[in-house]
T-cell receptor
Framework: LAKTTQPISMDSYEGQEVNITCSHNNIATNDYITWYQQFPSQGPRFIIQGYKTKVTNEVASLFIPADRKSSTLSLPRVSLSDTAVYYCLVGDSGGYQKVTFGTGTKLQVIP | NAGVTQTPKFQVLKTGQSMTLQCAQDMNHNSMYWYRQDPGMGLRLIYYSASEGTTDKGEVPNGYNVSRLNKREFSLRLESAAPSQTSVYFC?????????????FGQGTRLTVV
């Protein structure tokens, strides 16, 4: 199983861009990188997934360098409602039994 | 679409009591999972079912049993509840094996064992 390392917490002011970096040095060839968001008292929710280079959707962007040993989730112009825990996961298409949720990064958006 | 539905949302048990947590998904997913989340922690996998008719242990299976009743339903049973099982339980499903894998989670069951 690929181990991931991400900061425990981050603070950001409203309106700023937030970048959360995840390290996954032993990522395997078939592994994807997936980010989830979890609000208090709710189940995690999928944000974005990528394999290499850059992926963008209406919520976030995911930057993956050529060696794929790290990835960066970018949240543009955060608001108070983006205060949540963000999890970086690494795994292949074989199912989530092979994926480990770490403790995630607790993002606190400040007014 | 309801997605993943868990019942009950809250439950208080006395030590030694038993109960079953129910989970149902309406997305025709093959794989289903049970996680527990303790305060300030990430999710830990209890059991999973890769496909209908199969179940396997995850990271923390002790004290739990599961049943994959059909493709839609995956239940988690605590035979003799202990205070250490106080946690929030999440059920999830995914269409594993299709390349792109997004897991959908239920709203959770907050269980307190006294």
């Amino acid at each position: 199983l690929a181990k991931t390392t991400q900061p425990i917490s981050m603070d950001s002011y409203e309106g700023q861009e937030v970048n959360i970096t995840c390290s996954h040095n032993n990522i395997a060839t078939n592994d994807y990188i997936t980010w989830y968001q979890q609000f208090p008292s709710q189940g995690p929710r999928f944000i974005i997934q990528g394999y290499k280079t850059k992926v963008t959707n209406e919520v976030a962007s995911l930057f993956i360098p050529a060696d794929r040993k790290s990835s960066t989730l970018s949240l543009p112009r955060v608001s108070l409602s983006d205060t949540a825990v963000y999890y970086c996961l690494v795994g292949d298409s074989g199912g989530y039994q092979k994926v480990t949720f770490g403790t995630g990064t607790k993002l606190q958006v400040i007014p | 679409n309801a997605g993943v539905t868990q019942t009950p949302k809250f439950q208080v048990l006395k030590t030694g009591q038993s109960m079953t947590l129910q989970c149902a998904q309406d997305m025709n997913h093959n794989s289903m999972y049970w996680y527990r989340q303790d305060p300030g922690m990430g999710l830990r996998l209890i059991y999973y079912s890769a496909s209908e008719g199969t179940t396997d242990k995850g990271e923390v299976p002790n004290g739990y049993n599961v049943s994959r009743l059909n493709k839609r339903e995956f239940s988690l049973r605590l035979e003799s509840a202990a205070p250490s099982q106080t946690s929030v339980y999440f059920c999830a499903s995914s269409d594993a094996g299709q390349g792109y894998t997004e897991a959908f989670f239920g709203q959770g069951t907050r269980l307190t064992v006294v």
